[in-house]
């Protein structure tokens, strides 16, 4: 059984692959959510470099993967080893509403419905108005500019780059 901050943790674990400590936070969870979750072997805990500095980060298990299929039923989890990305991408999901959540779907997800050369890291819709996040390299977004452009004219999205 989970609780609702454990959920929003799970949640968020499907939908960005990995996460820190300040986006549990952020989540609305705490020390215990983490541990708890730990306990129940549901996330474990790893460490990536950003900027020179150790930085904890927490992915799903197996088990995890399990638990979150058993009980929500979706299939489709968000697949990144770049860490350093999908941690950017959990601090964007984490300032989201609750209604803008709801609608985030991840690259995973997109593929499925899908037929494109290039995919968002996700969708989701704000205002009214569908939004691609792209989480990208500092030094590739001159070179992937006119394409993601691209690809937002013929979705009909907007585009919100995440430089790493």
């Not at 995919?119 to 394409?147: C, H, M, N, Q, W």
Request: some cysteine; charged content about 35%; aromatic content about 10%.
């Amino acid at each position: 059984m989970l609780n609702l901050q454990e959920e929003t943790v799970m949640n968020a674990l499907y939908s960005c692959a990995a996460i820190t400590k300040n986006t549990i936070r952020k989540l609305g969870g705490d020390e215990d959510t983490i541990l708890n979750l730990i306990n129940k072997k549901y996330i474990k805990k790893e460490k990536i470099d950003i900027d020179n500095k150790s930085i904890a980060i927490y992915k799903l298990t197996k088990q995890g993967e399990k638990a979150y299929i058993d009980k929500f039923g979706k299939k489709h989890f968000y697949r990144c080893s770049n860490l350093r990305k999908a941690a950017e991408l959990g601090y964007f999901y984490a300032l989201l509403t609750d209604e803008e959540k709801a609608t985030w779907k991840s690259k995973d997800e997109l593929a499925q419905a899908l037929n494109c050369s290039i995919y968002p890291d996700a969708v989701f819709t704000r205002g009214g108005i569908p939004s691609g996040v792209f989480v990208i390299k500092t030094e590739d977004v001159d070179e992937k500019l006119p394409e993601l452009k691209e690809f937002a004219k013929e979705q009909k999205i907007k585009i919100i780059l995440k430089r790493i």
